[in-house]
């Protein structure tokens, strides 16, 4: 990049100076929400299935991202399908922090947020929007949701909106398993949805639920049914 | 944002100094979200950034002056010595003494990493004086560097120098 003489001046030079980075993201993504140029913020939450992106819109939470997905890859393509002005700015999540903290503490069995769908589209939306009927703590088929949805033959299609859930964890799709009692995929991991489903106690480890491709080895398991 | 942000600020910092360096920072990014919808796709999106660094660090710059009280005290610029990550700060007191010109195009070439083409694009002129500009600057801080004790181990490669 540099060439030739003078690079070496600034090799000492840290590529990053982090609490100047912290300083200057907050006082930016306040700026910009201010100005009213801040159209995605994201923050990462900590959980027992690994860090989650949140992002949200100013409509509310529009996505809910693994780890397995890759933070930056996720954020890359909400740059390029919802807005480029995404920033870093933990204190517009806070609330979903907070529920998502309450639900993992076992002290929440329902999010209560709004939520921004403008990711899935067509059926793949119709079906999202029905998992929160889903009760906490039950699991339902693929072949019930596509009863649900109003079209009982479209059971690789649920199958396929659960596989592409923007907001998985928030929106159940975690509920959903296969008919014959085996757990299905998951857009975290096979590991994360049996997590999940043991949280809520709809899962008993080593009962019917479980399934011969279970706990782990996740990564080449298709992402779905 | 997160992968030019640390680019930007080393920019800011050498070109307009530690102090303002964090207003100029703001003001690009503040700038960069207002206009990034309107980039042609497949832009450079570094140089623009440094483009607007570019303004922004001459209006800071500006602002400065205008604010300046001469007391013939002039105030160092904060150092950022001794914090984690070692900032080198006998670098930023050196980048002080260039002459903007030679700043910005050391700036804009070795710390943002711009070929001279563009660095001459941002701060107007060929590309030839540009690297021109870019060389006397290091020349310059390489002596200054040198003179420090425990300054800095650029002398090391002053053999490179043609």
Known sequence: MTEGHGGDLFATLPRRDEDAHRRLHARLAAAAAEAGILDVAYRTVDSPIGHLLVAATGDGLVRVAFAVEDHERVLDRLGRTVSPRVLRAPARLDAVARQLEEYFARRRTRFDLPLDLRLATGFRREVLTRLPAIPYGTTASYATLAAAAGNPRAVRAVGTACATNPLPVVVPCHRVVRSDGTIGGYLGGVAAKWALLALEGAADPGGPARSSDQPANNSSNPPMV | ?162
């Open chain 2, 1 to 162: 944002m997160e992968r030019h942000g640390p680019t930007v600020l080393r920019v800011c910092r050498a070109v307009v100094g530690p102090d303002g360096a964090d207003d100029a920072w703001s003001e690009t990014f503040l700038s960069a979200l207002r206009a990034y919808p309107r980039l042609p796709a497949g832009s450079n999106v570094e140089a623009w950034l440094v483009a607007i660094a570019h303004r922004k660090g001459i209006d800071e710059l500006r602002a400065r002056a205008r604010r300046a009280v001469p007391t013939g005290d002039v105030p160092e610029w904060a150092t950022t010595g001794g914090v984690p990550g070692g900032w080198e700060c006998e670098l930023w007191s050196a980048l002080r003494e260039l002459p903007l010109r030679q700043r910005q195009t050391v700036a804009y070439h070795y710390l943002a990493g711009l070929p001279y083409a563009a660095v001459a694009e941002i701060v107007g002129g060929t590309p030839a004086a540009a690297r021109r500009a870019a060389a006397d600057g290091v020349a310059r801080l390489r002596r200054m560097l040198q003179d420090t004790p425990g300054g800095h181990p650029a002398g090391r490669a002053e053999g490179e120098m043609s």
